[in-house]
Structure formats: structure tokens, C-alpha cells
T-cell receptor, first 113, second 116 residues
Framework: GAVVSQHPSRVICKSGTSVKIECRSL??????MFWYRQFPKKSLMLMATSNEGSKATYEQGVEKDKFLINHASLTLSTLTVTSAHPEDSSFYICSASGVYGYTFGSGTRLTVV | AQTVTQSQPEMSVQEAETVTLSCTYD???????LFWYKQPPSRQMILVIR??????QNATENRFSVNFQKAAKSFSLKISDSQLGDTAMYFCAFMKSGGSNYKLTFGKGTLLTVNP
């Protein structure tokens, strides 16, 4: 089956610093990856769609300059939260689209202090 | 634009009993997929079941089955012989078919608790 690896699982950073989250498809090529944000006991909110080799498509209301997405290869997409602030604290999940359908990473809990 | 509605924020069921989670959706698409995902306390999203809209037969995966009513735009999930491990948040999701980059539209979720 398809496996998506997401790292780190937890990260604590200081306000004003940047944090990078990686999402890797381990056994399949993912032309499209999705990044979600999830608040406690809430649904997944799509932030952006990234396609390999092209610029990400951001959902309305998501700051492109704060949430930088790079999808440089068919197996790796990264989300960088720049100049993080406490309000960016959340659970971030990636998902990759492949022949098996959509596979989700295990998520990253970001805490900005 | 598609919308997915889950009208039951929380539900509970006794172990070994059956429970049905509701989901309705709205779309103008004729070809699409519907999904139920489970998110246990670990927060890993797990695909429970998938239904292609063109298939009249309801999908079944072991103890999980759906009641897909296309005309009514309804897609409920039935869990039989509930187990403690079924305790999780359940999300209904919609995706139009025809491409690999189509996004999933999620409902708000139903928190299911299975009691011993």
C-alpha cells in the first residue's frame, strides 16, 4: 500500500523563527500533494495544493508568504512556516495523490512559544 | 462548489451494537467519489470506505458499509458490531472524478465514542 511519511511529528519553535515540515511519498510518485491545517476537534482545512515542478495553489485566505510550499520532486513536498507566531500553532497534515488514491501523512503538531 | 454536511457532531454506541453516521452533500457534478475517513486519537487519517458515484451497489468493507442514495445526495456510514477501536472522529468527504489533483471536500466530522 501507499505510505506517506511526514516529519517532524512534533515541533516547538520560538516566535519569529521558521519551521519546515516534510512530506514524502515512500513507495509511489505523487504528482500532487495537499497541505491541511486542523484545529482541535475540527475538520481539515485545505491550505494549498502543490504540483511537482510548479507553484502551489493556495486557498483563499491563506498567506502565501507565510506558508511557503515547495514540491521539487515527485516524492517530496515541504511546508515552511515563516516568522511563526503563536497563532500559527496547529496540527498540519499532508496528503499525497497517487494511483492508490489519497494517502495522508501522520501530521505535525506545531507549537509556537 | 461542493459542500458536505455531517449533522451529528457527536454520537455514542455500546460495544457490539450498530451505529449509523449521516452525511449529505451538494454538487452539480455527475461523476465523483465519496469517502469516509476515520481519525482516531493518534490523528492519523485512515480511509474507511470509498464509493464511486456511478456504481449503484453500496460499498462494503468488513463491518463498514454505506447507504448511498445518489438522488437524495446522501451517503451514510453503518458500523456493525462496534468495537472500542472504532472510537474516532469520522469525516465524510467528496471528490469529483477525472483528475489526480482534485481536492477533497470534508464535512465537519462526527465524533464517535464506543462505550464498553
Amino acid at each position: 500500500g501507499a505510505v506517506v511519511s511526514q516529519h517532524p511529528s512534533r515541533v516547538i519553535c520560538k516566535s519569529g523563527t521558521s519551521v519546515k515540515i516534510e512530506c514524502r511519498s515512500l513507495d509511489f510518485q505523487a504528482t500532487t500533494m495537499f497541505w491541511y491545517r486542523q484545529f482541535p476537534k475540527k475538520s481539515l482545512m485545505l491550505m494549498a495544493t502543490s504540483n511537482e515542478g510548479s507553484k502551489a495553489t493556495y486557498e483563499q485566505g491563506v498567506e502565501k508568504d507565510k506558508f511557503l510550499i515547495n514540491h521539487a520532486s515527485l516524492t517530496l513536498s515541504t511546508l515552511t512556516v515563516t516568522s511563526a507566531h503563536p497563532e500559527d500553532s496547529s496540527f498540519y497534515i499532508c496528503s499525497a495523490s497517487g494511483v492508490y488514491g489519497y494517502t495522508f501523512g501522520s501530521g505535525t503538531r506545531l507549537t509556537v512559544v | 462548489a461542493q459542500t458536505v454536511t455531517q449533522s451529528q457532531p457527536e454520537m455514542s454506541v455500546q460495544e457490539a451494537e450498530t451505529v449509523t453516521l449521516s452525511c449529505t452533500y451538494d454538487t452539480s457534478e455527475s461523476n465523483y467519489y465519496l469517502f469516509w475517513y476515520k481519525q482516531p486519537p493518534s490523528r492519523q487519517m485512515i480511509l474507511v470506505i470509498r464509493q464511486e458515484a456511478y456504481k449503484q451497489q453500496n460499498a462494503t468493507e468488513n463491518r463498514f458499509s454505506v447507504n448511498f442514495q445518489k438522488a437524495a445526495k446522501s451517503f451514510s456510514l453503518k458500523i456493525s458490531d462496534s468495537q472500542l477501536g472504532d472510537t474516532a472522529m469520522y469525516f465524510c468527504a467528496f471528490m469529483k472524478s477525472g483528475g489526480s489533483n482534485y481536492k477533497l471536500t470534508f464535512g465537519k466530522g462526527t465524533l464517535l465514542t464506543v462505550n464498553p
